[in-house]
């Protein structure tokens, strides 16, 4: 990969495959997979102040406010393993948090290279959440029908067990994906307005999709 493909964001609405990509992509790079949802989980997981505080907007499907967020992923790109590139999976969320993101890369002299757009059909969103599975030791996700695991229940790396999210329950996934649209899918124009926009049709296998992306940010 060149060195102008280091500093990515992956973005897309809930189900849609990114946070698969990133762990693959970033395993394979040797880049820092960042994944807010996952950080807010831990935190809710520990009970930290951030945790507590995130809870009701997550068990709601909508978002955790800017400033919390905005400051978990400052934090976050302190630590050493980013220092080769990074892959932001879920963050930003709104044009608030892009732009708080792009002052501080810039702060930082570490622009982003990409922004990654994984585009899905909503009606395909629903039925992959409906039957998505979360490991609850590593973060690995499945889905009961289009990737399942070798065993029922335990996930394929780690033996951890697997479960449901709460917030893939249908009721949660239609918030979410309003969410979304209100207030995500502005980035969309807002990053292809920068030149940094790559979109790909993430409807397809992971296979399929890794290979887009390899072709997507290998010509950059
Ligand atoms: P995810 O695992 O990315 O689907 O995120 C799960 C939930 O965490 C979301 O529905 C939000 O409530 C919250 N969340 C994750 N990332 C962000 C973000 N960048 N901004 C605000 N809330 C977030």
Redesign the pocket.
Known sequence: MSPRSHNLVFLGP?GAGK?TQAARWALRHGLAHI???????ENLKDQTSVGMM?QD??D???????D??CQM?RDRLEHQDTEPGFIL??????VG?ADALARDLARRHRPLTRVVSFAVREEDLVVRLAGRLTCGRCGRVFHQKSNAPKAQGVCDDCDGELFS?S?DSEE?VLA?LA?YREETAPLLSWYRDRDLLTDIDASQSIEAVEGALERALECQ
């Open positions: 809930p946070g994944s807010t949802g996952d950080l807010l989980r995130a907007f997550m709601r499907g909508v978002l955790v406010p800017d919390v967020v992923v999976d879920g963050f930003p969320r709104t948090q999210r917030d949660t979410r969410t």
